[in-house]
């Protein structure tokens, strides 16, 4: 008897060991404006990982004339896997799409699956050829305070030839703050000297929406994304 049974598990463990790849539940796709063809383009997605059976979520990119076409996939395991409560786990991932031309593009998300998506991507053309016209703070953390509309920009500056000049800000005018926090050079020799620092920036209220991304630019064309929920809405 217990032979049997031995055979019959068998294949079940081997198949709750051994993953799939799934597409996964899309909340949100949030698409910062500001973007040119001498930017480093990002979008940011957020959704959730229905159980503890999907694993690893991750985008794969394809982009052809006008059109972006994302995966939203994750490492699935079978249920039978003894790892996978049920729980759902939210996630939020930065995509890179890296330089692209000037236009319009219509991104696609999961396509053809129960979980599509699609939004408008615009890419302006850069007025110089220079990859930014400005230096940003490099802020690798936001602290989010809760109930109040001011976070706090950690980071480092890479030499202390460096100091904050202004944080600017502008919106896509539907649920995007991209934040500016942008140096100004005050010695003329910039030795290597790691500096940390923190400024405070207070989210607007513009966008009329509980939640939205703040995303805030950093050195060589990157940025750090945060999901910001309105303490008012």
């Known amino acids: 008897m217990k032979v049997l049974l031995l055979m019959f598990a068998l294949p079940l463990l081997a198949t709750a060991g051994v993953p799939e790849e799934r597409a996964i539940p899309i909340e949100h796709v949030y698409i910062p404006s500001g973007f040119d063809d001498n930017d480093n383009v990002e979008i940011v997605?957020?959704?959730?990982?229905?159980?503890?059976?999907?694993?690893?979520?991750?985008?794969?990119v394809s982009i052809t004339e006008g059109q972006v076409d994302i995966?939203?996939?994750?490492?699935?395991?079978?249920?039978s896997n003894p790892f996978c409560p049920e729980m759902v786990v939210p996630f939020t991932e930065t995509v890179q799409l890296g330089l692209m031309s000037a236009g319009?593009?219509?991104?696609?998300?999961?396509?053809?699956?129960?979980?599509?998506?699609?939004?408008?991507?615009?890419v302006a053309r850069a007025s110089s050829s220079a990859v930014d016209e400005h230096h940003y703070a490099y802020v690798d953390y936001v602290d989010k305070q809760p109930g109040s509309n001011l976070v706090k920009l950690k980071g480092y500056h890479v030499s202390d030839c460096f100091v904050l000049d202004s944080i600017d800000y502008y919106t896509n005018g539907k649920d995007t703050y991209s934040v500016l926090p942008k140096l100004k050079q005050v010695k003329e020799i910039c030795p290597l000297k790691m500096t940390p620092f923190e400024y405070?920036?207070?989210?607007?209220?513009?966008?009329?929406?509980?939640?939205?991304?703040?995303?805030?630019?950093?050195?060589?064309?990157?940025?750090?994304?945060?999901?910001?929920?309105?303490?008012?809405k």
């Open 45 to 60: 997605i957020t959704g959730f990982l229905p159980n503890l059976c999907h694993k690893s979520p991750s985008a794969s």
């Open 71 to 79: 995966k939203m996939t994750s490492l699935y395991y079978h249920e």
């Open 104 to 122: 319009e593009y219509n991104v696609s998300i999961n396509e053809n699956s129960e979980f599509a998506s699609s939004s408008l991507l615009k």
């Open 200 to 232: 405070e920036f207070e989210v607007p209220q513009e966008l009329n929406i509980p939640k939205v991304l703040l995303h805030v630019r950093t050195l060589n064309g990157k940025s750090h994304n945060t999901i910001f929920v309105n303490p008012t």
